[in-house]
Antibody
Framework: EVQLVESGGGLVKPGGSLRLSCAAS????????MNWVRQAPGKGLEWVSS????????YYADSVKGRFTISRDNAGNSLFLQMNSLRAEDTAVYYC????????????WGQGTMLTVSS | QSALTQPASVSGSPGQSITISCTGT?????????VSWYQQHPGKAPKLMIY???TRPSGDSNRFSGSKSGNTASLTISGLRAEDEADYYC??????????FGTGTKVTVL
């Protein structure tokens, strides 16, 4: 069974940093582009960042550019999101999501990890 | 990159058909056939329902169908059932190599 499991969420003060992880199993991780998508409490989905299979191409939403860094460890089947200079508006559930192979669609999602930015 | 525009809510009775619209620009919805749709029940992760405008993942219900005209994509749910009550989001690839989601639509089964 293909599974994505996020971890690393928590409570952080404004201006702080945190690193999210996503452990993948049941798939050949190196074959898939991966993404982070977030959802603020009671709000809609927001795409955050994408990384291609070999990390050759990386993209960010304007709202996080310069503050967040996506990375992956293909040998360890893991995806990461380093988040710096955190703001209250970054408070959200963060989902790790796989791109459907060869398509621009998110076909497998993790259960999400909650980040709260508050003093 | 602004969110794609969806109606806040759509409702219908069991057995009816409903349609959710998703309006973007020529830089996203109108420029590519890379629109996807997601269903999200409360407290759950989203589920892919449609990709490439109108393709259903294998094994998924044929009650869900997608289409596009110009800068507007649409999701139609036929034979509405109680379990279809959920939030629905569209998404598109963009000319900036990014992705954008719609504002979301709450579907209520009356």
């Amino acid at each position: 069974e293909v599974q994505l499991v996020e971890s690393g969420g928590g409570l952080v003060k404004p201006g702080g940093s945190l690193r999210l992880s996503c452990a993948a199993s049941g798939l050949t991780f190196t074959n898939y582009n991966m993404n982070w998508v977030r959802q603020a409490p009671g709000k809609g989905l927001e795409w955050v960042s994408s990384v291609e299979t070999s990390s050759g191409y990386i993209y960010y939403a304007d709202s996080v550019k310069g503050r967040f860094t996506i990375s992956r460890d293909n040998a360890g089947n893991s995806l990461f999101l380093q988040m710096n200079s955190l703001r209250a508006e970054d408070t959200a559930v963060y989902y790790c999501a796989r791109d459907y192979y060869g398509f621009y669609a998110f076909d497998i999602w993790g259960q999400g990890t909650m980040l709260t930015v508050s003093s | 990159q602004s969110a794609l525009t969806q109606p806040a809510s759509v409702s219908g009775s069991p057995g009816q058909s409903i349609t959710i619209s998703c309006t973007g620009t020529s830089s996203d919805v109108g420029g590519y056939n890379y629109v996807s749709w997601y269903q999200q029940h409360p407290g759950k992760a989203p589920k892919l329902m449609i990709y490439d405008v109108s393709t259903r993942p294998s094994g998924d219900s044929n009650r869900f169908s997608g289409s596009k005209s110009g800068n507007t994509a649409s999701l139609t749910i036929s034979g509405l059932r109680a379990e279809d009550e959920a939030d629905y989001y569209c998404s598109s690839y963009t000319s900036y190599n990014t992705r954008v989601f719609g504002t979301g639509t709450k579907v209520t089964v009356l």
